[in-house]
């Protein structure tokens, strides 16, 4: 299978925070963001394979900053690292003012997804090319968040 870089994966998804989306101090609920953020990962995973993709893990997501009635909520996500049938994607939430155009980072998560073939069964994924020194160094940063998920998951020390 051929690598792939990883800027092929990247997408931005924006929503526009709505009344219905907010709790009482005017802000997007978290749970809303969480769920936007999963979104934004799914179209960052499905274009680095190009199948059908599952929610595996999301690390800790901590909320720097609220998201306004009225702003937008833009998600950048992309392929940070790939496993043999997993992939890693980092997703960027930030508040944008429409009437102004001021973006503010909210918050990050990493995501990992696994690619499934025509049966539910995961399926091997291309290999990650990373091209530029920052995404050299998110995919090193991956192999080490891996791990760690690795460990925790299966109990290790």
Same mark, same amino acid.
């Given at each position: 299978?051929?690598?792939?870089?990883?800027?092929?994966?990247?997408?931005?998804? =924006? #929503?526009?925070?709505?009344?219905?989306? *907010?709790? +009482?101090?005017?802000?997007?609920?978290?749970?809303?963001?969480? +769920?936007?953020?999963?979104?934004?990962?799914?179209?960052?995973?499905?274009? +680095?394979?190009? @199948?059908?993709? /599952?929610?595996?893990?999301?690390? *800790?997501?901590?909320?720097?900053?609220? =998201?306004?009635?009225?702003?937008?909520? /833009?998600?950048?996500?992309?392929?940070?690292?790939?496993?043999?049938?997993?992939?890693?994607? @980092?997703?960027?939430?930030?508040? #944008?003012?429409?009437?102004?155009?001021?973006?503010?980072?909210?918050?990050? *998560?990493?995501?990992?997804?696994? *690619?499934?073939?025509? @049966?539910?069964?995961?399926? !091997?994924?291309? !290999?990650?090319?990373?091209?530029?020194?920052? #995404?050299?160094?998110?995919?090193?940063?991956?192999?080490?968040?891996?791990?760690?998920?690795?460990?925790?998951? +299966?109990?290790?020390?």
């Amino acid at each position: 299978m051929k690598a792939k870089p990883a800027r092929e994966s990247c997408s931005e998804m =924006i #929503e526009f925070v709505l009344p219905q989306d *907010a709790n +009482h101090f005017a802000n997007v609920l978290g749970g809303k963001v969480m +769920h936007w953020v999963d979104l934004a990962g799914v179209l960052a995973a499905q274009r +680095h394979c190009r @199948k059908p993709v /599952v929610t595996v893990s999301v690390d *800790a997501m901590d909320f720097h900053s609220p =998201i306004k009635v009225g702003h937008l909520a /833009v998600f950048q996500s992309c392929v940070t690292y790939v496993s043999r049938t997993s992939m890693e994607v @980092k997703v960027a939430v930030f508040s #944008e003012d429409p009437l102004t155009g001021k973006r503010n980072q909210t918050s990050t *998560a990493y995501l990992t997804f696994v *690619a499934l073939d025509k @049966k539910g069964k995961p399926s !091997p994924v291309p !290999p990650l090319y990373p091209e530029t020194p920052a #995404e050299k160094a998110e995919c090193e940063a991956g192999k080490k968040r891996r791990e760690m998920r690795l460990r925790r998951v +299966h109990r290790l020390p």
